[in-house]
């Protein structure tokens, strides 16, 4: 985790190791002459696949606050969870550290509830709609807005994405995009922060249906959240 450098720093903690570089790649564009200071631990993801869908377990509220504090006393100005599953663990650890401590995918969230109503989710695991619901449902209230949720995706992509085959997983993305576009949603929002290592492809792929995930919209929020 230890980083020797004067520049400023990030905190970011991460479930799988391709986020990492993921991170790297869109903080060198969006974020520059600021250095990102990781965490990886991969019991985190094996402890919540092993938990009820929709339960976050107890060990892994622990983790990220352990993991936030770590980061805080390195000299993170801000800390990133680039975990969709941990959003309950993000808030929770919040309150523990004395510099902000965000969900990545969160200001897409924002994004969906703002701008849309109709919001097409897609997801490879169930373990993720109940957060991705959860995020959604809570803005909406705030904002006193109704939104409906309309879910797709194929866990088979999941499987790939774990086995490294990312072409084949992207090519079951990209086709559940396409049915969830026909489905007549304003928007389709990616429900998982890996999702964003498909970012080229995203921006490149034709479709009249915004489609919405945690990368450059999401990395310009962590450059505004930085203090000036």
């Given at each position: 985790m230890?980083i020797s450098?004067?520049?400023r720093?990030?905190?970011?903690?991460?479930?799988?190791?391709?986020t990492?570089?993921?991170a790297?790649?869109?903080?060198g564009?969006?974020?520059p002459?600021?250095?990102?200071?990781?965490?990886?631990?991969?019991?985190?993801?094996?402890?919540?696949?092993?938990s009820?869908?929709g339960r976050?377990?107890?060990?892994?509220?622990?983790r990220?606050?352990n993991?936030?504090?770590?980061?805080?006393?390195?000299?993170c100005?801000?800390?990133v969870?680039c975990?969709?599953?941990?959003?309950?663990a993000?808030?929770?650890a919040?309150?523990?550290?004395?510099?902000?401590?965000?969900?990545l995918?969160?200001?897409?969230?924002?994004?969906?509830?703002?701008?849309?109503?109709r919001i097409?989710v897609l997801?490879?695991?169930?373990y993720?709609n109940?957060?991705v619901?959860?995020g959604?449902?809570?803005r909406?209230?705030?904002a006193g807005?109704?939104?409906?949720?309309?879910?797709g995706?194929?866990?088979?992509?999941l499987t790939?994405?774990?086995a490294?085959d990312?072409?084949?997983h992207n090519?079951?993305?990209?086709k559940?995009?396409?049915e969830?576009?026909?489905?007549?949603v304003?928007?389709v929002?990616?429900?998982q922060i890996?999702?964003?290592?498909?970012d080229?492809t995203l921006r490149?792929?034709?479709?009249?249906?915004?489609?919405?995930?945690?990368?450059?919209?999401?990395?310009?929020?962590?450059?505004?959240?930085?203090?000036s």
């Amino acid at each position: 985790m230890e980083i020797s450098s004067e520049n400023r720093k990030v905190g970011f903690l991460h479930t799988t190791p391709a986020t990492i570089g993921m991170a790297d790649r869109f903080m060198g564009t969006y974020v520059p002459g600021v250095d990102p200071v990781h965490i990886y631990d991969g019991r985190v993801k094996i402890d919540n696949f092993r938990s009820p869908v929709g339960r976050t377990p107890e060990v892994n509220l622990l983790r990220w606050a352990n993991f936030a504090e770590q980061l805080a006393l390195a000299g993170c100005e801000l800390i990133v969870s680039c975990c969709s599953l941990m959003p309950r663990a993000t808030a929770y650890a919040a309150s523990a550290v004395s510099v902000p401590f965000i969900q990545l995918d969160s200001v897409i969230l924002d994004q969906a509830v703002a701008r849309y109503r109709r919001i097409g989710v897609l997801t490879t695991t169930e373990y993720t709609n109940p957060y991705v619901v959860e995020g959604l449902e809570a803005r909406a209230a705030g904002a006193g807005k109704k939104i409906e949720l309309v879910f797709g995706g194929d866990p088979t992509a999941l499987t790939l994405f774990n086995a490294g085959d990312y072409e084949k997983h992207n090519a079951i993305v990209l086709k559940n995009i396409d049915e969830l576009s026909d489905k007549g949603v304003d928007c389709v929002l990616m429900g998982q922060i890996p999702f964003a290592l498909m970012d080229e492809t995203l921006r490149n792929r034709a479709g009249n249906v915004p489609v919405l995930y945690a990368g450059a919209d999401a990395f310009r929020h962590v450059k505004d959240l930085l203090p000036s």
